[in-house]
């Protein structure tokens, strides 16, 4: 295939974090975060072609400087490169979606220009990118991973270690209630040591016992701890717990998710959209109930 009709497609899901705890080192590629969460079905589909005299980026149709992806095309390729992202999650509320353009963004390059990287190689490019800029510490390794995926030792492939909580496919809901800076939180030493405090026990919390109710819990008492979150995002985690459910706000984002069993699953429903709209996405793993 010639460079001048190279076109390479790929999607990243979304990631939920519940809890971490960030680590810092200065090889940018064992610095990052431990900690559990979800790995959505929704996420980001990005499309690649050949430039002409500048990268550009658009999300959606809106041109964006994306300084993640920027820097993760920078690491990959010499040239300049078309890239347009389309999103089924938010932005900027607490879905991973900067570690998901950046990676769908790799796939789509290794695809179009035949660079001939394996899946961790663009895992460690993206990586680099997402801890350079700030944007993240942990959801590239959980995108790559899947399901429910513990994030055990901080970095990117080989040094990075997951593993995770066992579980059938099951639906998280999530209401967004706004946006919060992910680069204002992890900027804030006064806030770093509360989290990483709390994101430790809970990791040793959940692998002693490593189940998705687990998991909502310390998800729910990490948040708690914390104080990142607002009245209104008590509030909501507080109506789902009346109505059943489990609930927590993902890391870091305005945004409260959710899920139960089928029994109360229309009354977690009912409950969240007091608060604002609600979206259904599916967890996958290989794990599967037999019958």
């Known amino acids: 295939m010639s460079i001048e009709s190279s076109v390479g497609k790929a999607f990243a899901p979304g990631h939920i974090t519940g809890f971490f705890e960030i680590h810092d080192d200065p090889d940018p590629r064992r610095k990052g975060s431990t900690g559990c969460g979800v790995v959505i079905d929704g996420g980001i589909a990005a499309i690649v072609t050949p430039g ?8 959606d149709g809106v041109s964006v400087n994306a300084d993640t992806t920027r820097s993760l095309i920078e690491q990959i390729v010499d040239l300049p ?7 089924s999650i938010p932005i900027g509320c607490g879905f991973g979606a900067s570690a998901a353009g950046a990676l769908s963004t790799a796939y789509a390059l290794n695809d179009a220009f035949s660079l001939g990287l394996t899946s961790n190689q663009l895992v460690e490019a993206v990586h680099i990118a997402e801890v350079s800029n700030g944007s993240g510490m942990g959801d590239v390794e959980a995108q790559y991973f899947g399901g429910v995926p513990i994030r ?32 204002s939180v992890l900027n804030d030493g006064g806030f770093m040591r509360e989290i990483n405090s709390a994101g430790r026990s809970a990791l040793r919390s959940l692998l002693s016992r490593p189940t998705i109710a687990n998991f909502m819990e310390l998800s729910k008492q990490f948040t708690l701890k914390c104080g990142l979150a607002s009245d209104r995002v008590i509030d909501a985690i507080e109506a789902v717990g009346a109505a059943g459910g489990m609930a927590s706000q993902a890391m870091l984002g305005e945004t409260v998710f959710a899920c139960s069993d089928g029994s109360v699953k229309e009354d977690v429903l009912e409950a969240l959209s007091t608060f604002a709209e609600v979206t259904t996405y599916n967890v996958t793993s290989c794990y599967q109930h037999p019958g």
């Open 52 to 59: 002409e005299e500048k990268t550009e980026i658009s999300l």
């Open 81 to 87: 490169v078309h890239v347009e992202c389309t999103s």
């Open 152 to 183: 055990k030792v901080p970095g990117c492939p080989p040094y990075g270690v997951l593993d995770r909580v066992p579980s059938p496919s099951f639906e998280v809901h999530c209401i967004v209630l706004g946006e919060l800076s992910t680069g």
